[in-house]
């Protein structure tokens, strides 16, 4: 049986353990585990932009602006699961 509160905490808990598992890839990639193009097409891209939005909305430098429209098309791309 669910609950709208169960439900919260393990939305939350998939968040955070998909993080670990971005670490881990990035790791794994890192001391030559693993490249990407092992990885499915679909897996990299995901990756991809996922690290693409993080990168975007880290605090703004000279260097790198914070691009809002770039962020708007990202997300806009996403299938949502409704």
Known sequence: MSSPIIDKIMNEQDR???RVLEDLIDVLVARGVITMEMLPPDARE???????MR????????ARPVDISAIDQKLAALRFKE
């Open 55 to 62: 990168d975007s909305l880290r605090e703004p430098t000279a």
């Open 16 to 18: 955070d353990f998909i």
């Open 46 to 52: 995901k990756l991809a932009t996922r690290r693409q």
